[in-house]
């Protein structure tokens, strides 16, 4: 007679899937996922217990709508070319962004399985994974790095107490002048600045409306209590200035960053002295 510890217990290194697991343990694994069984139309069959969580919908609620219409799918290609690719292969993977029964957004990883079966309606099993918050990770890091580029494409430099210094290189568009624009007053605040000196000695070419921009850079640091030096301007870039008919006679400019710096310093000087003692001292 065989006795029960004389029955063979499956290897798990070797065994299969059906010797590990029973076809019940099967289920209440797929009923813990986020998982629907559809029609390849999109008419929900089947609507586990983990989707109920994810989305806020009972089984009640879900089984016999149309899944894409009931989450208002957004899909990253259009929905005819991703059921082609299901048909194709069997299986489709991308991220959906799906919406919650309270308005609410749910970013997720969606895995389609196509199950056919000779003579029945081929049925799609639809696996979720929440990625929201490794979304909006993914979203936070991008934002860092774009911030890191900017600072690095618009360096503000303060060279001492209350004397900042920008230097600009290669060429000036509308959208980076406005980029430079907040970062420069941003720091004039921060900083306490009184001397800003823009030196613009590698910057190739500018057009009429950022030559205007510098002015209203200019403008806006006056404003602040702040002056603003521009230093290195090339020949090139005069010729255009003049070209282009823009008066800079409100902004003091100088030849070279140094005498820009020299000129900072006797701003400060004459500040710190105060407006009597500076006129003696000159």
Not at 21 to 36: G, K, N, R, S, Y
Not at 134 to 148: F, G, H, S, T
Not at 181 to 192: F, M, N, P, Q, W
């Amino acid at each position: 007679m065989m006795r029960d510890d004389d029955v063979a217990t499956p290897n798990p290194a070797t065994a299969s899937a059906d010797q590990l697991v029973t076809p019940a343990d099967l289920i209440l694994a797929f009923e813990e996922t986020q998982a629907m069984i559809r029609d390849e139309d999109g008419r929900v069959r089947h609507w586990s217990r983990g989707a109920e969580r994810l989305y806020g919908y009972s089984r009640e609620e879900a089984v016999g709508a149309t899944s894409h219409a009931l989450l208002k799918t957004i899909f990253p290609r259009p929905l005819g070319d991703i059921e082609a690719a299901l048909r194709a292969d069997g299986v489709w993977s991308g991220e959906l962004a799906h919406r919650h029964k309270d308005g609410g957004q749910v970013l997720v990883g969606s895995h389609w399985v196509l199950s056919r079966k000779e003579g029945q309606r081929d049925l799609v099993i639809e696996v979720n994974n929440d990625i929201s918050a490794k979304i909006a990770e993914r979203e936070r890091m991008i934002a860092l790095q774009q911030k890191a580029i900017r600072e690095l494409a618009t360096p503000i430099l303060q060279i001492r107490d209350r004397l900042l210094l920008l230097p600009i290189i290669g060429v000036i568009d509308t959208a980076r002048a406005r980029e430079m624009t907040g970062a420069l007053l941003a720091a004039v605040r921060e900083k306490r600045a009184k001397v800003v000196v823009f030196d613009i000695s590698a910057v190739e070419a500018i057009d009429s409306k950022v030559a205007q921009h510098l002015l209203q850079i200019a403008a806006a640091a006056r404003l602040m209590g702040a002056t603003m030096l521009i230093t290195g301007v090339s020949a090139a870039v005069a010729q255009t200035v003049v070209s282009l008919g823009v008066d800079f006679g409100a902004v003091k400019t100088l030849a070279d960053l140094q005498l820009g710096l020299r000129e900072a310093d006797r701003i400060l000087a004459g500040e710190a002295l105060g407006p009597a003692q500076a006129n003696v001292r000159r």
